[in-house]
């Protein structure tokens, strides 16, 4: 995620429950990514600091977990640079150019010189960030579904050019002999039943038989799926997105919640700025007076009502707000008070965070190795297949 400060809760309900969700089912990788930040606020460097720092702590006061997942700071773990370069120099630039972001990012912001080299490939290294720990899966919305096809594509290329080492066929059967005279049997028929009549369940078998097998080495697992799908060794995995359901928290106005709309409610408002900013809500224009009946499909409120009260209240605010017998402030009252009860442990957790930064400094420190630990395996076999394992 990029570093742009304090969350709110469009972030929350959009992508850190989810993340407090999946760290429980699957090995989650979580960063900052300064470096993206740079690529658009490099005149502003000042605030990046401070904008990961705040950040982290709205992560772990909102349940992402230092033991249940991996959470570091993209620019200390320079083997995301490394491997950005190495795979520039496979990456066709009109790739990157078609990138729907690209245009829409330089459309958005006219007011900053973007023409640099960094941001044109800043989807290249959204790449290397997601292949260096050979993910399998990437959470993402819609509307970053794209970057996740452009980094298959690099992986496909990348093991296209890489994947054919000298002797692949004759290292490939040998894997095939490890596996055991039943798994062996099983896959060779699998493969040909992919490869001859291209059936896609036996390729989900094939590859989910490799997954189990304890009698081979990764370098081995990693050639046997070059081997299945017709291909070489699979040296960098295709990922697959993960959807995220899009999030339906609305803004203060009624429009997405975005700080740059500054319609938002950060994780860390107090019940007071709470209340104010939803007291100051917009509502339905035809409820001029107290008396005058409203719709409350049309007001910005009932909106937040479908995200944080049930049913019953769903039914006094429409019942009330159509035949005027409740206010606009009667309206909100239930939305300020669901919002702070969501908000209050989050806020307590934060303030133990910013009172004890080792603490949050331990959870990095550590998370870094890890993630550097998983970096470095994927780099020994990216400099081996280019060439750049050099004796010493």
Request: hydrophobic share 35%.
């Amino acid at each position: 995620m990029r570093p742009t400060g304090r969350l709110h809760l469009g972030h929350y309900h959009g992508v850190l429950k989810n993340w407090v969700k999946l760290q429980h089912e699957y090995e989650c990788f979580f960063f900052a990514a300064d470096w993206h930040a740079l690529t658009t606020h490099y005149e502003d460097p000042q605030s990046i600091e401070q904008n990961v720092w705040d950040m982290l702590i709205d992560w772990l006061a909102a349940g992402v977990s230092g033991t249940s997942s991996t959470m570091f700071i993209q620019s200390q773990v320079p083997e995301h640079a490394e491997l950005h370069l190495l795979l520039s120099m496979v990456t066709p630039v009109s790739w990157l150019e078609r990138v729907p972001t690209y245009k829409d990012q330089q459309e958005k912001l006219k007011d900053r010189d973007l023409a640099t080299y960094g941001f044109l490939g800043y989807p290249l290294l959204q790449s290397a960030d997601i292949l260096v720990y050979r993910a399998g899966q990437v959470p993402v919305g819609a509307d970053q579904v794209a970057h996740v096809e452009i980094t298959r594509e690099v992986a496909r290329r990348f093991n296209h050019l890489y994947g054919k080492e000298p002797g692949f066929e004759d290292k490939a059967e040998a894997a095939v002999k490890k596996m055991g005279k039943k798994a062996a049997k099983l896959y060779s028929s699998l493969r040909k039943a992919y490869q001859e009549q291209g059936d896609a369940d036996a390729l989900e078998t094939a590859r989910a038989l490799l997954k189990e097998q304890q009698n081979i080495t990764l370098g081995d697992q990693e050639r046997l799926f070059g081997y299945l799908e017709g291909g070489g060794k699979v040296i960098l995995p295709e990922p697959q997105a993960l959807l995220t359901p899009d999030s339906k928290m609305p803004g203060l106005d009624g429009q997405k919640m975005s700080k740059s709309y500054g319609n938002t409610i950060t994780l860390r408002d107090t019940t007071d700025e709470v209340s104010e900013k939803v007291r100051r809500m917009p509502t339905d224009p035809a409820r001029v007076r107290r008396t005058d009946p409203g719709n409350p499909d049309k007001c910005p409120v009932y909106q937040l009502h479908q995200v944080y009260t049930d049913q019953p209240i769903h039914d006094w605010v429409q019942e009330g707000c159509r035949s005027a017998g409740i206010g606009c402030i009667d309206c909100k009252k239930p939305v300020i008070d669901a919002i702070s009860a969501e908000l209050l442990p989050m806020q307590q957790r934060a303030a133990e965070y910013e009172a004890n930064p080792d603490a949050v400094r331990v959870i990095l420190n550590e998370g870094t190795e890890r993630a550097r630990e998983a970096a470095r395996d994927t780099l020994i076999e990216v400099r081996q297949a280019m060439g750049l394992q050099y004796r010493q």
